[in-house]
């Protein structure tokens, strides 16, 4: 494939070979995308713009005289990303990447005409998709924000509370599963008649959403006491609340990408709120072994 006697620069073929690189990634990633969507017409936006991505790979090919294939790790890495978190979260941290490399384009123009083109058609793109985000999930986030809330706000408190008050990681545990399976049952059945009673007909949906969100939380948060020894509850409750940030940082940051919502007010306030009830709640067990003269 020849660049029709056309020439360029080697720090202008570098760029060009990234692009390319990056461009024959996308399509497969883009492909990979279609066979999991539902919607018709999602799948058709897709596998179109993988095609263009194609169409640009030609072009770039055209001046570098290579041809290059996908980069399997990152495809993957998408494929898993897509499959936990859903293709909106996938496709808006693709879009992320696309909007760092948009600048390289402008440079481009002065050696190789077509650069304007790929660039109108990756803002194409980015309009296309933006307009086919429709995913389920994303329409149950109140429900999925209401039940982890809920769940670390709770069991955060309980846990540390009851860490000082029993001093024993198995009893812990027990009270914990118990508190947070009886709480994720309360909040789902909540959930589901609040919904019901708005008229919504995915109220079953919406209470689902809310209940796996709670007993997730549930299960990492106990997890340290049922694994550590009996006595190390000091050491299960800062693991716990560890895993508390963990969560909070992870399901804020896939909000803000998946909903363009800022990131670090929300996970500041979240995280403030869990660790200030934690830490009242420690007390509070405190004073009240104290006060109660309870030996467990």
């Given at each position: ?7 360029i ?15 024959v ?17 999602e799948?058709?936006?897709?596998q179109r ?7 640009h ?6 001046y ?7 980069q ?7 494929a ?6 859903g ?46 985000l ?16 809920d ?13 000082f ?10 009270s ?7 709480a994720?049952l309360?909040?789902a059945?909540?959930?589901y ?12 949906k919406?209470?689902?959403?809310t209940g ?14 049922l ?8 050491s ?13 940082f ?10 363009d919502?800022?990131?670090k007010?929300?996970f ?6 869990s660790l ?11 004073l009240?072994?104290q ?6």
């Amino acid at each position: 494939m020849g660049n029709q006697g056309r020439t360029i620069s080697e720090e202008t073929k570098k760029f060009i070979l990234k692009l390319q690189q990056n461009e024959v990634t996308e399509r497969m990633i883009y492909l990979n995308l279609a066979k999991r969507v539902k919607k018709q017409s999602e799948k058709e936006t897709l596998q179109r713009i993988a095609e263009e991505e194609g169409m640009h790979c030609e072009i770039w090919a055209s001046y570098t005289n290579q041809k290059l294939s996908p980069q399997k790790l990152r495809v993957w890495f998408y494929a898993i990303i897509s499959f936990i978190f859903g293709y909106t979260f996938a496709i808006k941290i693709m879009e992320k990447g696309e909007k760092d490399v948009q600048y390289i384009y402008s440079k481009l123009a002065l050696e190789v005409p077509e650069a304007k083109q790929i660039l109108k058609d990756e803002e194409v793109h980015e309009q296309a998709l933006i307009g086919l985000l429709d995913e389920e999930r994303l329409q149950y986030v109140g429900s999925m924000v209401l039940g982890l809330n809920d769940a670390l706000v709770e069991l955060t408190g309980t846990l540390a509370g009851l860490s000082f008050a029993l001093q024993n990681n198995k009893l812990v545990a027990l009270s914990g599963l118990i508190t947070g399976i009886s709480a994720t049952l309360s909040m789902a059945s909540s959930e589901y008649l609040s919904a019901r009673s708005e008229g919504n007909s995915d109220a079953l949906k919406s209470s689902l959403y809310t209940g796996i969100m709670y007993i997730f939380a549930v299960v990492l948060l106990v997890l340290p006491y049922l694994l550590l020894p009996s006595d190390q509850f000091v050491s299960a409750l800062m693991i716990m609340l560890v895993i508390v940030v963990a969560i909070i940082f992870s399901f804020t940051y896939y909000i803000s990408v998946a909903k363009d919502l800022p990131f670090k007010k929300r996970f500041l306030e979240m995280a403030v709120i869990s660790l200030s009830v934690a830490a009242l709640s420690f007390g509070v067990g405190f004073l009240v072994k104290q006060f109660l003269g309870i030996d467990i």
